[in-house]
């Protein structure tokens, strides 16, 4: 450790000790106020940079909802009608079971269903890359 203003001064070793003492106290209090200060910073700005990631990832979620909307929306009433039996209907259906209900066979459904989807995650897609036309 390095000489202190007052190592030179003519003073009696007991000041001296008692000087060196307080200024090690004061020099370690301010060390500890600004490692608090600096961790405290620390932790506000990994909150802050949390908080972005949080607020994108709930814009990017909103913009992928608004677009499966649109398409949702672009699909025909029967091809709705569909969808929301699969999906919505809030029964434990099967493809038999579905197939019946519409009169064709169990392949034939299914079929239709993945036509479906696909045409679902195109018009999807189409709409994520042309944002503007989401709202």
């Not at 000489?3 to 001296?16: A, E, S, T």
């Not at 019946?100 to 993945?114: D, E």
């Amino acid at each position: 450790m390095g000489y202190l203003w007052f190592d030179i001064l003519d003073l009696p070793y007991d000041v001296k000790r008692t000087l060196k003492h307080f200024s090690n106290k004061e020099y370690y209090q301010a060390e500890q106020q600004r490692e608090h200060h600096l961790s405290c910073s620390d932790t506000l700005e990994n909150f802050i940079v949390d908080e972005k990631q949080n607020v994108e990832e709930l814009l990017e979620k909103k913009i992928e909802l608004a677009a499966l909307r649109k398409a949702l929306e672009a699909l025909s009433k029967e091809e709705r009608k569909l969808i929301d039996d699969i999906y919505f209907s809030g029964e434990q259906r099967t493809y038999q079971m579905l197939a019946r209900r519409y009169g064709i066979s169990r392949q034939a459904f299914m079929k239709r269903h993945v036509l479906l989807l696909a045409k679902l995650r195109d018009t999807t897609e189409y709409y994520l890359n042309n944002e503007q036309e989401i709202w």
